[in-house]
């Protein structure tokens, strides 16, 4: 189904909408704004939504809700297919009017949160508007408010709607090429912190125990747990500490990502960091978080997927490659379920969570065409 010069110049001033919202996972009212807009417009389109609260992330904060559209004319106990979005974006309010301003350059439009992923949530959600009468099965689509977080609070939602499913099509970002994902390494999230005894760093150095000089050989001992050759890398991303350079540190903390290939290396490396102990006997060493992604490789199922996609994409005239990568998705419950699962079906574009987002316009008939031929296609 081939996208009309029409329907182009109506996506690309709805999308100017949506990123003009600026939806950081941090400010659930954005987050909601945006969500309220898209409910309305599934209205208009004859959609029924279903709205779940957000409830609070692993710290305590509150999240936006999440929202699951679907046909009411529909409703079966068939197994269909999942669409899978998020609108929650890592950029905070008024990097727009600031750092990444809407703008064109080429075939290059940038805005904050444009590739990841609010033009793949736009392209999701009018391919369910246009087909949720016409596909060979029901259609779902799942928006969630916490990805960029790891989705501690839609996980189960996730796991629930991709039950479901016969497979799931996420729409985060396609890559430069025309690639789709068909493998994601699993992802853990961990916080460190330290808590030592403070003194005054001239006349009482030797009665302190130094938080930071604990978090340091910590720090250490995470980054040695890295070994790129079994797919394992650890970063210590986040760093805190201390009250003033002439006081012995008291507290210090750090936060850390683990990216693993597998369910079992995750196994392992999550054993591995909650085994951690204090090198000094004197600090209090605390070690939280797990494994908040699971990894998935290609399987039969995704194969399967694949094989379709560059069917269709053939048939346009385009080519179309998979690759697995070490970057976390949705994608990862529903593939870690045995669902197929397919990713990275969004519009193509590059540099998300930097300031130099972008989509290539030229992409987004491609992804409507890709996209609608995998919904309509049995």
């Known amino acids: 189904m081939q996208m009309s010069p029409e329907a182009l110049s109506s996506f690309l001033t709805e999308l100017k909408e949506w990123v003009s919202i600026e939806t950081p996972t941090t400010s659930p009212e954005k987050v909601n704004e945006l969500g309220r807009l898209i409910m309305a417009r599934a209205k208009d389109a004859g959609l029924a939504a279903e709205v779940h609260s957000g409830n609070k992330d692993t710290r305590g904060a509150p999240l936006g809700d999440h929202i699951v559209l679907y046909d009411p004319e529909r409703m079966s106990n068939e197994k269909g297919i999942l669409l899978l979005s998020h609108i929650d974006t890592v950029h905070p309010i008024g990097t727009l009017a600031h750092t990444l301003p809407w703008k064109k350059e080429g075939d290059r439009l940038y805005g904050p949160g444009i590739a990841d992923m609010k033009a793949g949530v736009l392209l999701a959600f009018r391919v369910l508007a246009a087909l949720s009468k016409k596909s060979h099965l029901p259609i779902r689509m799942l928006i969630v408010s916490d990805e960029e977080i790891g989705s501690p609070s839609s996980r189960r939602l996730i796991e629930e709607e991709a039950a479901k499913a016969q497979y799931v099509l996420v729409t985060e970002p396609g890559r430069p090429g025309n690639g789709v994902v068909s493998g994601r390494k699993g992802v853990g999230r ?80 999550n054993e591995r960091i909650l085994a951690l102990k204090a090198v000094n006997p004197d600090v209090e060493l605390t070690v939280e978080g797990a494994i908040n992604r699971p990894g998935y490789v290609k399987d039969k199922g995704i194969t399967a997927l694949v094989k379709k996609a560059e069917t269709i994409s053939h048939a346009d005239g385009q080519v179309l490659f998979d690759l697995s990568t070490g970057g976390g998705s949705d994608g990862n419950f529903s593939a870690a379920m045995g669902v197929p699962t397919l990713d990275a079906l969004g519009i193509v574009g590059d540099g998300a969570h930097t300031l130099q987002e972008y989509i290539e316009i030229s992409s987004i008939p491609v992804r409507w065409n890709l996209l609608t031929e995998l919904v309509l296609q049995k």
Request: aromatic share 2%.
């Open 190 to 269: 961990y916080f460190i912190t330290c808590h030592g005894r403070p003194a005054h760093s001239g006349r009482a150095h030797a009665e302190g125990r130094s938080a930071i000089r604990e978090l340091a050989h910590q720090i250490l001992a995470l980054e040695d747990m890295t070994d790129e050759s079994r797919g394992i890398t650890v970063n210590v991303g986040l760093i805190d500490g201390g009250t003033g350079a002439n006081v012995v540190a008291e507290h210090a903390s750090a936060v850390v990502d683990l990216r693993v290939p597998d369910e079992a290396t995750g196994t392992e490396m």
